[in-house]
């Protein structure tokens, strides 16, 4: 059996709705999901012989400059 809804119930559930809906806007970037439609494709490597090099790399962060070590 359904029961009637009432309107504090609706209230509630639009609150809690749209609060949601709120508060996924201040989520930090990289912890914000995607369609996975929009994600690019990664490159791909294969083989049996893959060649990487490991160096020094330079590297800005907020206009201070440091050194890396990449791959």
Do not use: C, H, N
């Not at 893959?50 to 201070?64: K, V, Y």
Request: glycine share 12%; net charge positive.
């Amino acid at each position: 059996m359904i029961s009637a809804l009432d309107r504090r119930q609706f209230l509630r559930g639009a609150a809690l709705a749209g609060g949601g809906a709120a508060l996924s806007a201040w989520l930090p970037a990289w912890a914000q999901t995607i369609s996975p439609g929009m994600r690019p494709t990664l490159p791909t490597v294969a083989g049996e012989d893959i060649t990487l090099t490991i160096a020094r790399q330079s590297m800005t962060i907020d206009g201070r400059k440091f050194r890396a070590i990449g791959l």
